[in-house]
């Protein structure tokens, strides 16, 4: 089926380990974004890629880092994990700021 | 900035009552709005969406009106079911400040049978 693919769904760390979430999309979209959920703050913009080659810092960029790959993937890095960083990760894409997004269907990150 | 305000949850309904879920939003220039629903345990689905002033979405029985006078995208169906039971997220995009999406903070919504 066609979407937004990310890797992994589950993940535990301790604190200061790396890891890197990975995401795929398979629509062709030019516009590529992570964000975090937390209870009680909704959704929140980590970082995003306008386009093929292309990055930029959302809200909440302290602690990440990212990489568009190609047009179809964008990772997101930890460098060194802290538990504030606890929370689950949304992966989305679009094609234009009337299309919406399409989401993937999340990692669940527990920094111990 | 721009920003999206909608009702503060929990709402909890019986089967076949009439949902709304009031959204509001501050933005500049003419954004497109949207509403997303959120099962346990999955990722964000676009409901329905509204791209310019008096257009109405509408998707498996909810409907929403752009409402460009009183800056609002109330969220509305007529006879819920226990299904509809999730989290629902009004967002904008679309304006002169931002390259992104701006959701509302979320509504959870329980329907009992």
């Known amino acids: 089926n066609a979407g937004v693919t990310q890797t992994p769904k589950f993940q535990v760390l301790k604190t200061g380990q790396s890891m890197t979430l990975q995401c795929a999309q398979d629509?062709?979209?030019?516009?590529m974004y992570w964000y975090r959920q937390d209870p009680g703050m909704g959704l929140r913009l980590i970082y995003y890629?306008?386009?093929?080659?292309?990055?930029d810092k959302g809200e909440v960029p302290n602690g990440y880092n990212v990489s568009r790959l190609n047009k179809r993937e964008f990772s997101l890095r930890l460098e060194s994990a802290a538990p504030s960083q606890t929370s689950v990760y949304f992966c989305?894409?679009?094609?234009?700021?009337?299309?919406?997004?399409?989401f993937g269907s999340g990692t669940r990150l527990t920094v111990v | 900035g721009d920003s999206v305000t909608q009702m503060e949850g929990p709402v909890t309904l019986s089967e076949e009552a009439f949902l709304t879920i009031n959204c509001t939003y501050t933005?500049?220039?003419?954004?497109?709005l949207f509403w997303y629903v959120q099962y346990p345990g999955e990722g964000l689905q676009l409901l329905l969406k509204?791209?310019?002033?008096?257009d109405k979405g509408s998707n498996k029985g909810f409907e929403a009106t752009y409402r460009k006078e009183t800056t609002s995208f109330h969220l509305e169906k007529g006879s819920v079911q226990v299904s509809d039971s999730a989290v629902y997220f009004c967002?904008?995009?679309?304006?002169?400040?931002?390259?992104?999406?701006?959701f509302g903070a979320g509504t959870r919504l329980t329907v009992k049978p």
């Open positions: 629509m062709n979209h030019n516009s």
């Open positions: 933005a500049t220039g003419y954004p497109s």
């Open positions: 989305a894409s679009s094609d234009g700021m009337n299309y919406g997004y399409t």
């Open positions: 890629s306008a386009s093929e080659g292309t990055t």
């Open positions: 967002a904008l995009s679309g304006t002169y400040n931002n390259n992104d999406m701006r």
């Open positions: 509204a791209t310019k002033a008096d």
